[in-house]
């Protein structure tokens, strides 16, 4: 029977990063997933076609705001206008957090 080897701290940290890219693939499916749903219900709205570009444009970054998944939550009350202001500090070159 084979000796098991011993784990090093280069292994751990090898097995440590692809266990944080598993959840960051598995995190960016179900945001692909949720926008696609909000994009794809889009047209059952009464009355889209008479929407104004803003109202559009405001609906779609609202949509895209509520696919986050992680520690900020941008759904309810004021999650549209948190959500603004992270996609500010982001055109603004500020970094993202992963997750949040």
């Known amino acids: 029977m084979p000796r098991k080897r011993p784990k090093t701290a280069a292994s751990c940290e090898a097995v440590s990063r692809g266990i944080e890219m598993q959840r960051a693939r598995r995190r960016m499916r179900e945001m692909v997933a949720k926008f696609q749903k909000y994009v794809a219900t889009y047209s059952e709205q009464a009355h889209f076609e008479d929407y104004s570009d803003k109202t559009f444009l405001d609906d779609m ?12 939550d941008y759904t309810g009350p004021g999650g549209y206008e948190r959500f603004k202001q992270k996609l500010l500090g982001h055109l603004q070159g500020q970094q993202m957090s992963e997750g949040g």
């Open 61 to 72: 970054l609202y949509g895209i705001g509520i696919s986050f998944v992680g520690p900020d």
